[in-house]
């Protein structure tokens, strides 16, 4: 049997007899993000409160949180709130030093009223060349014309910096300060290439916990939450002597 699960205002919209319903429908639901077939727990996502119908979607409680959320159009360029959180190089992974994005409030569209729920960056993420990912040991394609620029910055606290991510058109994907681990910096320039990952993953941005992170994102992977790609990183002066040969 499955269990539904509902936040507060998601019982608010929905009432008694939605609520009844949506217990009854879960029992044989796929989930809207990932599509796979939902068996344990399942969470109430209600899209469509403002207007005259309400339609209802369920998902597994690693891909989305029960919410009353609103449908978008699929984005051609990221949205401001996005969180970054950086990782040093996977235990028995690719060596590389990781960054894990995702948006601080999930946005969806779905196309058809019977179409699953699809985060509205995976679109524009998927034209740009990332690939969806089932462990952390993939090796994800490289795309050579985005960058990352990482920066150590006086002023901000020791193992913080700023950080920029600049996609094939040099329009921004991600600007802000980040939480960096000791040599992360180091050993992405030395390297010159980082592993962005983007997906639901529930990373804390703060957390040294680096162990617990680790298996959140793993987790996410194996789940099908995530795309990867292998990015270039430089710091800002190899930026602009790159920019000026062009």
Known sequence: MVTVQMNPEVQRVLGPEGM????????????????????????????????????????????????????????DSPADDMRMVSLPPLPGGHGRAVLVAQLESPQYFADTPAAELTDVLAPYLLRQGFEPVGDTATEPPLLERWVAVPAQVPGIETGGGLLTVLDDQAEVFFTGPVFTPARWRRTALESGQCTLYYGPTELDPASRDFPTQYRLLEDAAQDGRLLAARVPCMDRARLRAAAANE
């Open 20 to 75: 009844a319903q949506a217990r009854r429908e879960a029992q044989r639901a796929d989930c809207a993000t990932c599509t796979k077939r939902i068996t344990g727990r399942a969470n109430v996502v209600v899209t469509g409160a403002g207007g005259m119908q309400v339609r209802v979607y369920f998902t597994h409680p690693g891909c989305m949180a029960s919410s009353v959320t609103e449908l978008r159009e699929p984005s």
